[in-house]
């Protein structure tokens, strides 16, 4: 039997249909509850809820039980930045940094822009646990960078403080000078702004100084910027500033070898910041008091804040507790 011949038009609308049909069929495979790579929104929402659940878990002081729940939701949904980050978080409480690190470069690839600032600063954290300001300062110059260029000057000052704070507590007193120079002359080219805030960062820069000068053991230098930073709050009447004086007050006298005035300012700081506390023991162990010293560091280790104020604070904590109180839980 001869086969009928298809005109080109006929033809022409078979393919068409052809065509029609397979991208049918594409459609329908990128639906849900079809087979593909990418995590669902149920596994993501499921990620989220084990992240938040560690969160809890991880503020009660049970750093096991969170970090097992921060795994999971990283199984669960390998690209959620939440479980990355968080899980290199308590890894790092945990001074387990290797593979805190791991977790937290997978964070910054995963971040979106405005999660990278944050990513990048967690990331300097945790080398400044083991007081590695080469690595720090990298991914602390990183957000910083980002942060001017966007011109959010205000924000690029903070991440300037926060390094020079790194460089402080790790004993480079010159580098520690330049970045808290570098981050109150960034927050001066904030436009329109105001006399508040120009105070707000001339006291920090006198704090800043009086810290630097305490270190050198310049001691009369230290007390004439921690007198001008007073003077500075007593004039602009910040309450939210003024309670950190007892800190600086008390982190001036401690380096300078007032151990009786560092204590009673210490005492009167923030009970609940780690390096508060540090600084207090410190002053203990220096006046022979090993007692309220190991108490002291002993309510660091409590603190489960992963900033650098406890990466300063908690491996010493560790540290000290086992030299004073050698055998003790």
């Not at 004439?224 to 950190?244: E, I, W, Y």
Request: aromatic residues 10%.
């Amino acid at each position: 039997m001869r086969a009928r011949a298809h005109s080109p038009d006929s033809s022409f609308a078979i393919l068409i249909l052809l065509i029609f049909a397979g991208l049918l069929i594409a459609q329908n495979k990128s639906q849900p509850g079809s087979e593909v790579t990418q995590p669902s929104q149920a596994k993501t929402a499921d990620a989220a809820e084990l992240v938040k659940q560690g969160e809890k878990l991880n503020s009660e002081g049970k750093p096991d039980e969170a970090i097992a729940l921060y795994e999971r939701a990283s199984q669960l949904d390998p690209n959620f930045y939440q479980a990355q980050l968080f899980l290199g978080v308590a890894l790092d409480l945990e001074a387990r940094y290797q593979e805190a690190r791991q977790h937290l470069a997978q964070a910054i690839d995963l971040a979106s822009e405005q999660q990278t600032v944050q990513a990048l600063r967690v990331m300097a954290v945790s080398y400044t646990f083991e007081h590695n300001t080469d690595k720090a300062s990298e991914y602390e110059r990183r957000a910083f960078d980002l942060q001017y260029n966007w011109k959010q000057y205000a924000d690029a000052a903070g991440t300037a403080d926060e390094l020079a704070r790194i460089y402080l507590e790790s004993g480079d007193l010159d580098n520690a000078f330049q970045w808290y120079q570098t981050g109150h002359l960034t927050a001066l080219k904030k436009s329109n702004i105001s006399d508040a805030e120009k105070a707000l960062w001339n006291f920090r820069w006198e704090a800043a100084m009086s810290r630097i000068t305490a270190r050198r053991g310049q001691a009369d230098k230290a007390r004439q910027h921690l007198a001008a930073a007073k003077a500075m709050l007593d004039r602009a009447g910040n309450p939210d500033q003024m309670q950190f004086y007892p800190y600086l007050a008390g982190y001036v006298a401690l380096y300078t070898g007032d151990l009786k005035t560092a204590i009673a300012e210490l005492q009167k700081a923030n009970q609940k910041d780690p390096f508060v506390l540090s600084l207090l023991a410190q002053a203990y162990e220096k006046s022979g008091d090993k007692t309220q010293a190991v108490d002291c560091y002993r309510k660091v280790l409590a603190i489960n804040t992963h900033n650098p104020s406890n990466a300063f604070a908690r491996p010493l904590a560790k540290k000290k507790v086992t030299e004073l109180a050698p055998g003790a839980p």
